[in-house]
Structures are given as structure tokens and as C-alpha cells.
């Protein structure tokens, strides 16, 4: 009885044909020689779904997260609705001894009934909303902390007679 001689070609060909999924690489390479581009960023979450391994735009900035909002009808200021809306976010406003003093009036203010409810948009857009076009939003993204400046453009109704 003959004994078949071994053969890495012949080998390497059984391989081939046998098993379509293996793939024959002539160099080794170390995954130091790989560059991060060349690494692969896509998870596989089912039998033909991939995506992205890299956090979300909200991970990354929380005030971006986009949520439907219905704000609780016990909810009576805009200061109060604001302590509501950042609750989950790790933002809080700012101390009033930081706050101006047109800030902290602002705050005070009613909640207006169409301010309630909102669909979904970015939680940044919904704080522009409830602060009105007089305000803008600072961030202190290191402290995470809400405050608010009066815009310059507005001007003040009181030396104005009420008219803009």
C-alpha cells in the first residue's frame, strides 16, 4: 500500500476548494503593523445587521439627545420644567448667585401650556424653546452646569415704552 506523500501545495489546495471561507495570506502580519483605519469598527448585532462601534452623538453631547418631552402638568415655572427636562442628563442650571438677576425673573416666569408637550428634538433646542428668543444658553460642559445670558439684540422694553 502506497502512502500519499505530504504536499503543502497540495494541501493548501484541498483547503481552498474544501473551505470556501478561509482565506490564505502569504505574510504574517501582527495587528501592531495594522493601521487603526484598517481595524474593524462594525459590531454584528444579528445574522445580517452590523453597526457602528463608536458612541452616539448624545453619548458624546448630552444635550443633544432627541426626546419626545411631556412635561408634568405640577409643573409650574420655567425654572421648575427646566430641573425636570435635565434631571436624566447630568446637567443642573446654575446657582442663582451666578445667575443675573433678568435670568433668575425668567425663571420664575409661568410655564406656558404650549410648552408642555414637545415631539422629539434635541433636549438643546427644547431649553432654547422654554428660555425664550431674549435668552441664550451658556453650557459649562466641565462642571455641567446651565446658565443664561440676556441676548444683546434684544432690546430692554422697559426704556423702549414696551415697544421693540
Given at each position: 500500500m502506497l502512502l500519499p506523500t505530504y504536499s503543502p501545495i497540495t494541501h493548501l489546495l484541498a483547503m481552498v476548494l474544501c473551505y470556501p471561507g478561509v482565506t490564505v495570506i502569504s505574510e504574517?502580519?501582527?495587528?501592531a503593523e495594522l493601521s487603526v483605519t484598517a481595524l474593524n469598527t462594525q459590531t454584528q448585532i444579528s445574522r445580517y445587521s452590523t453597526m457602528a462601534?463608536?458612541?452616539?452623538?448624545?453619548?458624546r453631547d448630552l444635550l443633544s439627545v432627541t426626546r419626545s418631552i411631556t412635561i408634568p402638568?405640577?409643573?409650574?415655572?420655567v425654572g421648575d420644567?427646566?430641573?425636570w427636562l435635565l434631571r436624566d442628563t447630568g446637567y443642573r442650571v446654575a446657582a442663582d448667585a451666578v445667575l443675573?438677576?433678568?435670568a433668575k425673573?425668567?425663571?420664575?416666569?409661568?410655564?406656558?401650556?404650549?410648552?408642555?408637550?414637545?415631539?422629539?428634538?434635541?433636549?438643546?433646542?427644547v431649553i432654547g424653546l422654554m428660555i425664550g428668543p431674549?435668552?441664550?444658553?451658556?453650557?459649562?460642559?466641565?462642571?455641567?452646569l446651565i446658565a443664561f445670558e440676556r441676548c444683546a439684540k434684544?432690546?430692554?422694553?422697559i426704556a423702549t415704552g414696551g415697544v421693540q
Open positions: 504574517p502580519v501582527s495587528a462601534a463608536q458612541p452616539s452623538v448624545g453619548q402638568n405640577d409643573t409650574e415655572s420644567a427646566l430641573h443675573s438677576e433678568e425673573t425668567m425663571l420664575e416666569l409661568p410655564l406656558p401650556a404650549v410648552h408642555r408637550r414637545f415631539e422629539p428634538m434635541p433636549l438643546q433646542t431674549a435668552f441664550h444658553l451658556i453650557q459649562d460642559p466641565v462642571h455641567r434684544v432690546l430692554n422694553p
